[in-house]
């Protein structure tokens, strides 16, 4: 059976440092992965998606890049957080080109 | 993708169903409806999806009507653990599979 796993759960950090958020797939081949944020009290917006290694699109222009080293692992990074950066943090996958998402455990992140 | 609305907010006794609305009247014919569900502190989780014809699955029942500009989600005997907020997504299937989620519906089901 396939399993998401994001890490860390929880993660308090400074204003104007780094970021990195990892999510990993298991039991499937070549997904599509995504990355989500959800402010408190907010809808979910989608950061990130890919299709494939090294393949990225953005939806959102910000302070947020992603990354696809593997196929199946998603890094989400920040070189300098901002305040605006705190939030429940998602990643997802799914198995072909269509057809539902499923859902990592989330990270909530608190910049301070 | 077309653009979908639905109340802020819904109540619900307890073993009653519960019937969730959501318009969606600028649909398209190739767009499909989806359903997915975001209990506090989680990930959203997958409920159902249709195209044209009503759909039921072990967790709820989606009637969409003739004109495909409305579709109710049925969850047929709400318990407490349905409390959630509900999303309704109309899109087109593509290669990014991108799903762009609402504010939903805030379901809380009173016992």
């Known amino acids: 059976s396939q399993t998401i796993h994001q890490w860390p759960a929880t993660l308090v950090q400074p204003v104007g440092s780094p970021l990195s958020l990892e999510c990993t797939v298991e039991g499937t081949s070549n997904p599509n992965l995504y990355w989500y944020r959800q402010a408190a009290g907010r809808g979910l917006q989608l950061l990130f998606y890919?299709?494939?290694?090294?393949?990225i699109s953005s939806e959102v222009p910000q302070n947020l890049s992603a990354s696809r080293p593997q196929d199946r692992q998603f890094i989400l990074s920040s070189k300098k957080l901002l305040l605006s950066d705190s939030g429940f943090y998602l990643c997802?996958?799914?198995?072909?080109?269509?057809?539902?998402?499923?859902f990592g455990p989330g990270t909530r992140l608190t910049v301070l | 993708d077309a653009k979908t609305t639905q109340p802020t907010s819904m109540d619900c006794a307890e073993g009653r169903a519960a019937n969730l609305p959501c318009n969606h009247s600028?649909?398209?014919?190739?767009?499909?409806v989806y359903w997915y569900r975001q209990i506090h502190s989680q990930g959203p989780q997958y409920i159902i999806h249709g195209l044209k014809n009503n759909e039921t699955n072990e967790m709820a029942s989606l009637i969409i009507t003739e004109d495909r500009k409305s579709s109710t989600l049925i969850l047929p005997h709400a318990t407490l653990r349905d409390t959630a907020v509900y999303y309704c997504i109309v899109r087109v299937p593509n290669t990014g599979n991108q799903f762009y989620f609402g504010t939903g519906t805030s379901l809380t089901v009173i016992p």
């Open positions: 997802a996958w799914s198995p072909f080109r269509v057809g539902e998402q499923f």
């Open positions: 890919s299709v494939g290694i090294g393949q």
């Open positions: 600028t649909i398209s014919g190739n767009e499909y």
